[in-house]
């Protein structure tokens, strides 16, 4: 199985955002209001700057919102409650949001000025909407299904980067990106469709 980015990342990030989580909770917000807040500071921004061209500024936004998926978690885990199946469901729903509102808000932009792109982009929603969706699919069927070579995290970063590139008028910098994407994600489809048929 491929090893991810974000197995590499996730316990140094835990480290260091659990005291922040903790602060946040003793002032009384919730995991499911960080959430929502996160969530709509993210949609906004992508659907404002986004169709707007202003590529750089907007994923600048996007990523100081995106931030909240990291603290919510952290502070389900750690509360006295600890994570609710609520919550859990609520924070998967609200990521395909969000994961969406970023491609969308790209193929505004790319329908504004006929883009040859924007096929690719909007494969990349699609195949992207496929990797939760199969591992859902599958854990109700009793099947742990959480490999692959780009999870959530690793297409997020790409996306972010490439849009943000863009922004800075670095050449060729989201032809690549968006190709990358929809690889990386038919890739993780496949290998999950085989972790699957492997289970059964």
Do not use: H
Request: aromatic share 8%; glycine share 10%.
């Amino acid at each position: 199985m491929v090893l991810m980015l974000s197995a590499y990342l996730k316990p140094a990030v835990t480290r260091a955002i659990n005291p922040i989580a903790r602060g946040a909770l003793r002032i009384g917000l919730t995991p499911n209001a960080v959430t929502f807040v996160g969530a709509l500071g993210l949609v906004s921004s992508a659907l404002y700057f986004y169709p707007r061209q202003e590529f750089f500024v907007g994923t600048l936004f996007i990523s100081f919102f995106a931030l909240s998926d990291l603290f919510d978690g952290a502070m389900a885990r750690i509360s006295q409650s600890g994570a609710s199946k609520w919550g859990g469901f609520l924070d998967s729903t609200i990521d395909r949001v969000t994961d969406s509102a970023i491609l969308i808000g790209l193929i505004l932009a790319l329908l504004d000025s006929n883009d040859p792109l924007i096929p690719i982009a909007l494969g990349a929603l699609v195949v992207g909407t496929l990797v939760p969706y199969i591992r859902a699919k599958a854990e109700s069927m009793g099947i742990e299904c959480t490999g692959g070579i780009a999870e959530r995290t690793e297409r997020l970063i790409i996306a972010l980067t490439a849009i943000g590139f863009e922004g800075l008028g670095i050449p060729y910098a989201l032809a690549i990106g968006v190709w990358v994407l929809l690889a990386l994600a038919a890739v993780t489809v496949v290998q999950r469709i085989l972790i699957v048929k492997a289970a059964l």
